[in-house]
C-alpha cells in the first residue's frame, strides 16, 4: 500500500531524516537542491511532499498524505481536527515567547489592563495566552519579520518563536514571557490510519523507537 | 449582483447525481423497511431544546436558531435527526413497550461544517432500534450499516469499534472532574499521547497508566488482549472489553475488522458500543453509529437504543458511475401520430424524450429512436 509523508524543508527535514532513516526510508533527493515537489525514497510505495510547514496539517487531514510532521505550533494554530498525533517527535525545538522592545516597561503595561497591540504570526496562541493572564489584546495578524512591528510603532509587544534569541539581540528586543515549549509531532490521517495499519504502524514504532531524548 | 453564488458549504445537487440520489435513498429505505424498521419523517424545525441536550455543545454550535413568533420559543434547525427519532419513541410510541425500529432519511442543516470538504446541509439516512439493550441489537445495527453500504456499491469496507463506557469507567474511578474529563477526552481522540501525559500527571494508578494506554490500545483484534493486560479491571472496562470480543467472534470473516479504544468521536450522547466504516480513498467515515441508552430520558422515558446514520451527500460521491445511456428520441413531429406507441412505451418504464430541435443522440442522452416501419412504429439503434 502506498505511503504518502508530507514534511517542510529546512530544519524539519534535516531533523527527521534519522527517523526516517530508522524506519529504512532515504529520499532519492535533497529538497533543498530539488525544485521537485513529490521525491521518492528506496522504497517505490513511500513518497514524500515538500510542502509549507502550517500546509503540513491541512494536507494530512485531507488524506492528500498519510503522515506529516509539524510543529506544536502550528498544530495548534490549524486545530488539529481530523488528526491523530500520536508522538512528539522532540526536534525542531524551540519556545514561543513574548517579546518587546528594550525599555518597554512589559509588566506595568500589563498591570494597567488596558489594551496591548501584539502583533504575531500565532493569534490563537497569542489570544488564549493573554486571555489566560486576564489582559485585553489587539492582535495584528502578520506573515514574517514580527521583530519589526514594535520599532515602527505597529505594535507594544510580539509573540513568535525564538530558538537562540539572536533575531532578538540584532533589533534590540527582550523576550519577556515564556509561553509554550514547541517541537514537531508526528500527525496521521485518523482513516488511513485505520486503512493502512499494517503499512503505518511499523513507520510509527521506528520513529518512536528513534526519537531524540 | 452574484445572486447566483451559493453560501459557503452548500450545494445544489444537479441531474445525474440528484438520480442516483433518490435511487440510493429508496434502496437504502427498502433495505430498511424489510428488516422490519418503521419510517418516520420527523419536522425539519423545532423547539431547539428538544433539539439539543444540555451539555452537547457540539451540537449546539450547529444548529441554527430562530425565534418562533407564535410561541415567543426558540426554535432550532435540525442538526441531526437522532434525537428527533429517541423523542418519537419516548413520548409518542410510549404506548409500545416491546422493540421499536424506525428509520428516516432527511436533509440536516449545520451552521458550521462537520470537516473542511462537508456540506451544511447533509442528507442524513439512518436507523435507529430502542428497547433492547443486549449486544445482540448492536450486531443487528451494524449488519444493517455494512449491508446498507454493501447495497449501494460500497463494498471494500472496514469496520472500526470502540466501546465508549472503557474510558467512563475510568474517569469515574480515577475520580476526574467533569472539566478534566472533558480535556482528556480531547487529547485521547486525537491520541496525543503528550497532552494526555500532561494531563495525567497527577493521577493515581492505576488509573493513569491506563488514561497512558488508551491511545496505544488500536489496531486489529489482539489489541483485545493487550487490553486486558494494561487496563485495570473496572465492570466497566471488562464489561466493554467482552462486548468487543463478541463483536469481533460475531462478524469474523465478514468484515475487515479493527479496534481503537481511544476512539470517543462519537456524538456527546453515546453509552456503549460505538462503530464506523470506513472505505479506502477515503478520509473521513462512510457511516457511524453506536449506542446511546440515555437520550429518551429527557423526554420522560429513557430505553435503552443503538442505531447508525450516514450522509447520502457525502456517499454519494464515491457510488458506482450511473449505467450508460438509456432512451429513445422521438422527434416532435410524429408525435401526434405515435402518441399511443410513446404513451406504451412509458408505460412500460423506458425512457422517452421529446425532441424539437433535431439534437444529438449524445445532447439527449438517447441510445435509440423510434420511427415509423412499413408494420407501425419501431425501435431503433439511434447514433
Redesign the interface.
Known amino acids: 500500500m502506498t505511503l504518502t509523508i508530507a514534511l517542510s524543508k529546512g530544519r524539519i527535514f534535516e531533523e527527521t531524516l534519522p527517523l526516517l532513516a530508522a524506519a529504512g526510508i532515504v529520499p532519492a533527493e535533497d529538497p533543498e537542491s530539488s525544485r521537485k515537489l513529490i521525491i521518492g525514497t528506496n522504497h517505490p510505495d513511500v513518497r514524500l511532499v515538500i510542502v509549507r510547514a502550517s500546509d503540513v496539517p491541512t494536507y494530512v487531514q485531507y488524506g492528500a498524505a498519510d503522515l506529516g510532521i509539524a510543529g506544536r505550533d502550528v498544530l495548534i494554530e490549524h486545530g488539529g481536527a481530523g488528526l491523530y498525533q500520536p508522538l512528539d517527535l522532540n526536534i525542531a525545538k524551540c519556545k514561543m515567547m513574548v517579546a518587546v522592545q528594550n525599555g518597554f516597561d512589559y509588566d506595568d503595561a500589563v498591570k494597567h489592563g488596558a489594551r496591548l497591540k501584539v502583533a504575531t504570526k500565532y493569534p490563537k496562541i497569542a489570544r488564549e495566552h493573554f486571555a489566560q493572564k486576564g489582559v485585553h489584546v489587539d492582535i495584528i495578524k502578520l506573515y514574517g519579520s514580527m521583530e519589526l512591528a514594535p520599532l515602527v510603532g505597529l505594535a507594544d509587544a510580539i509573540v513568535d518563536l525564538v530558538s537562540t534569541g539572536g533575531t532578538l539581540r540584532a533589533n534590540n528586543l527582550l523576550a519577556v514571557e515564556h509561553i509554550l515549549d514547541i517541537s514537531s509531532r508526528l500527525v496521521v490521517n485518523q482513516a488511513a490510519l485505520k486503512l493502512k495499519y499494517n503499512t503505518i504502524q511499523p513507520v510509527l514504532d521506528a520513529f518512536a523507537s528513534a526519537v531524540p531524548a | 449582483m452574484r445572486n447566483w453564488l451559493l453560501p459557503e458549504h452548500i450545494a445544489d445537487i444537479l441531474p445525474a447525481t440528484a438520480r442516483q440520489v433518490e435511487s440510493a435513498k429508496a434502496a437504502m429505505l427498502e433495505l430498511f423497511r424489510t428488516a422490519g424498521y418503521e419510517l418516520v419523517l420527523p419536522p425539519l424545525i423545532e423547539y431547539a431544546d428538544a433539539l439539543v441536550s444540555e451539555g452537547d455543545s457540539a451540537l449546539d454550535i450547529k444548529t441554527f436558531k430562530l425565534d418562533d413568533h407564535l410561541s415567543g420559543r426558540q426554535l432550532g434547525l435540525r442538526a441531526d435527526i437522532t434525537p428527533q427519532v429517541a423523542r418519537i419513541d419516548a413520548h409518542l410510541l410510549s404506548n409500545r413497550t416491546g422493540v421499536t425500529r424506525l428509520c428516516y432519511a432527511g436533509s440536516v442543516v449545520h451552521a458550521r461544517p462537520s470537516?473542511?470538504?462537508s456540506s451544511r446541509e447533509p442528507l442524513q439516512v439512518g436507523a435507529e432500534l430502542y428497547g433492547y439493550a443486549g449486544i445482540e441489537a448492536d450486531l443487528e445495527i451494524i449488519e444493517l450499516m455494512l449491508a446498507t453500504l454493501r447495497q449501494v456499491g460500497v463494498d471494500k469496507l472496514?469496520l472500526?469499534v470502540g466501546h465508549i463506557a472503557i474510558f467512563r469507567g475510568l474517569a469515574a474511578a480515577a475520580g476526574l472532574a467533569a472539566e478534566e474529563t472533558r480535556e482528556l477526552f480531547g487529547a485521547l481522540q486525537?491520541?496525543?499521547?503528550?497532552t494526555v501525559r500532561e494531563l495525567v500527571a497527577e493521577v493515581a494508578e492505576p488509573y493513569k497508566s491506563a488514561f497512558l494506554a488508551l491511545?496505544?490500545l488500536?489496531?486489529?483484534r489482539q489489541v483485545l488482549d493487550k487490553a486486558r493486560t494494561r487496563l485495570p479491571s473496572l465492570p466497566e472496562v471488562e464489561l466493554g472489553l467482552m462486548q468487543l470480543t463478541a463483536i469481533a467472534n460475531a462478524l469474523d470473516g465478514q468484515v475487515e475488522l479493527?479496534f481503537?479504544l481511544a476512539e470517543l468521536r462519537g456524538d456527546f450522547y453515546h453509552t456503549g458500543l460505538m462503530f464506523a466504516a470506513?472505505?479506502?480513498g477515503?478520509?473521513?467515515?462512510l457511516a457511524r453509529g453506536g449506542r446511546y441508552d440515555n437520550v429518551g430520558r429527557k423526554f420522560g422515558r429513557a430505553r435503552p437504543a443503538t442505531g447508525f446514520s450516514l450522509d447520502l451527500r457525502d456517499l454519494v460521491r464515491i457510488l458506482p458511475e450511473r449505467d450508460a445511456a438509456q432512451g429513445i428520441r422521438v422527434q416532435a413531429r410524429d408525435l401526434a401520430a405515435a402518441r399511443d406507441a410513446v404513451a406504451a412505451l412509458r408505460a412500460g418504464g423506458e425512457r422517452v424524450i421529446i425532441d424539437y430541435l433535431g439534437e444529438s443522440a449524445v445532447a439527449l442522452d438517447c441510445d435509440r429512436e423510434l420511427v415509423l416501419a412499413a408494420d407501425g412504429w419501431q425501435v431503433v439503434p439511434f447514433n
Open positions: 470537516g473542511l470538504m472496514r472500526d486525537s491520541k496525543d499521547i503528550a491511545p496505544e488500536y489496531g486489529p479493527s481503537d470506513y472505505a479506502p477515503w478520509s473521513e467515515a
